[in-house]
């Protein structure tokens, strides 16, 4: 749908309404309605390009679909069976949106090639990024697409603390058994030991 809508206002489409008795609106070939929608009469009907779109609408404002200048779809949600809503913004906002996209993009890259041997808290690094890009107005594709590197790289931070914390706890198992067998072969009933396991 974003790449579409973009393409759309590339091609500098014109946009034209008319309002027209809302039965002679319904005949329209391809028109497009919101069902279950109550529409006045007459209607107002919007028309984008020759084949583009044809809808009934109260609430587009532009002449030319160049108008709009850029658009970036951030969200999508469902309202009823088979019913989405799109929350998109355009212009000024819009062009904001994909720069904070690259700039996302760019750190959670930058996250990925981080060596999990030298960065222990990579989980964390990966936690901050998340809460970010939450909070941030991008693309909803491209967000979701990051939120799952972001989730991997997370991943990968716990699983090299859990295998950092089993080899410390193995190191200790076997200093604790080396200094059990040396206390039973010097004939000792007590052994304290003091361990640090990190």
Known sequence: TEMYVRDTIEKSLPVSSEVMP???AKA???VRAMFGEVYPDPV?????????SVEFCGGTHIANTA?????????????AKGVRRITA???GAAKKAVEEGIKFAGRTTTLEFRNVDTAPDLDKLAG???KDLDAAELSAALKSELRARVEAVQKKGVDAKKRLLAGRVDKCLNLVKADVEQALADGKKSLVLNLDIG
Do not use: H, N, Q, Y
């Open 22 to 24: 809302l039965s002679d």
């Open 28 to 30: 329209i070939p391809g």
């Open 44 to 52: 107002r009907v919007v028309k984008v390009g020759e084949e583009c």
């Open 89 to 91: 913004i355009t212009r």
């Open 128 to 130: 901050a990024l998340r």
């Open 67 to 79: 108008e709009a200048e850029a658009f970036v779809l951030t969200e999508e949600t469902a309202v």
